[in-house]
């Protein structure tokens, strides 16, 4: 069975930085490629950074500079370190996991909700 499990989120003032974990089971994490999205009230969920299985990324040009997605093979885990963030971040984080051609599905969290206060 596969989980994904968001710990990190929490209420931070403008400036302030968090750093989002997403612990997987039931994949083979080191070939699967990852994600974080983020869903603000009334909006669409968004892509906000992906890392590939080799370790590239890629980021919605609102967090460049400011995010960094990284990925632990050896723990199963991947990461978004948040800085400078703006009340506009705040959303409920989601991770996700893409098998490709291994797997039809794609998974996701139950979301962490970040908060940036003015």
């Known amino acids: 069975q596969v989980r994904l499990v968001e710990s990190g989120g929490g209420l931070v003032q403008a400036g302030g930085s968090l750093r989002l974990s997403c612990a997987t089971t039931?994949?083979?994490?080191?070939?699967?490629?990852m994600a974080w999205y983020r869903q603000a009230p009334g909006n669409q969920r968004e892509l906000v950074a992906a890392?590939?299985?080799?370790?590239?990324?890629n980021y919605v040009d609102s967090v460049k500079g400011r995010f960094t997605i990284s990925r632990d093979n050896a723990k199963n885990t991947v990461f978004l370190q948040m800085n400078s963030l703006k009340p506009e971040d705040t959303a409920v984080y989601y991770c996700?996991?893409?098998?490709?051609?291994?797997?039809?599905?794609?998974?996701w969290g139950q979301g962490t909700q970040v908060t940036v206060s003015s």
């Open positions: 890392i590939t299985t080799g370790g590239s990324t």
């Open positions: 996700h996991a893409d098998p490709g051609a291994l797997d039809v599905n794609v998974y």
């Open positions: 039931g994949i083979i994490f080191r070939i699967v490629a």
